[in-house]
């Protein structure tokens, strides 16, 4: 499983987790700092999809991940080492002796999720949660075939992504277009 801090203020500490291989990390390796959020580790083809949204519009893109966690692994791992490894901001991390076959050039076999699930997902995201600008990320589950949403950012770092201050901007425009037709309708 992932051991995520509740601390998300975008400090270093908020992006220290760990991935926790067996009962024995959690009692004896898990050096915890803080509380944190215990979250499934689900094999993903090591890609991550961050769907960031402004509104209706939405924009998903693909960055590396974790790498997928052999039953070799796992069967490898001794009680008293190695029960833990830490690492910060999953789609910027590899595993460091993670002998997983798999490449950067694998990231472009994994197909992009459709735009229309995108959309959707956005869409009841956005009215569950009464936010307009947040990002949240997907992962791909390798065995089930289904994608899950792992993480949600409100106000995210939209920097990001090319040419974001358009985005912004005419995101902010359409809202304020918004409110001065709502004003109008409602004072005439």
């Known amino acids: 499983m992932i051991a995520k801090p509740i601390v998300v203020d975008g ?3 908020s992006h220290k987790m760990s991935l926790v291989l ?11 700092d803080s ?33 997928d966690i ?12 190695g029960a833990v490894i830490c690492f910060s901001q999953i789609s910027n991390s590899a595993l460091a002796g993670d002998d997983n076959n798999q490449t950067p050039e694998d990231s472009d076999v994994v197909k992009m999720p459709a735009p229309e699930f995108v959309s ?7 009215q569950a949660l009464g936010l307009q600008l947040f990002n949240f990320d997907m992962i791909r589950d ?12 409100y106000f995210p770092g939209y920097e990001k992504l090319l040419c974001y201050e358009t985005l912004m901007t005419d995101f902010f425009l359409n809202l304020m277009k918004s409110h001065t037709v709502e004003k109008t309708t409602s004072d005439g």
């Open 120 to 126: 959707e997902t956005d869409n009841r995201l956005r």
């Open 142 to 153: 390798e065995k089930g075939g289904g994608y899950l949403v792992i993480d949600i950012n």
């Open 35 to 67: 509380p944190v959020v215990l979250q499934q580790f689900v094999n993903h083809g090591g890609i991550i999809f961050k769907v960031y949204v402004a509104g209706e519009y939405n924009k998903c893109v693909k960055q590396r991940s974790l790498k």
């Open 22 to 32: 067996n009962e024995e990390g959690l009692t004896k390796g898990l050096d915890l």
């Open 11 to 13: 400090s270093a500490k």
């Open 70 to 81: 052999s039953e070799e692994m796992l069967e490898n791992t001794s009680s008293e080492s």
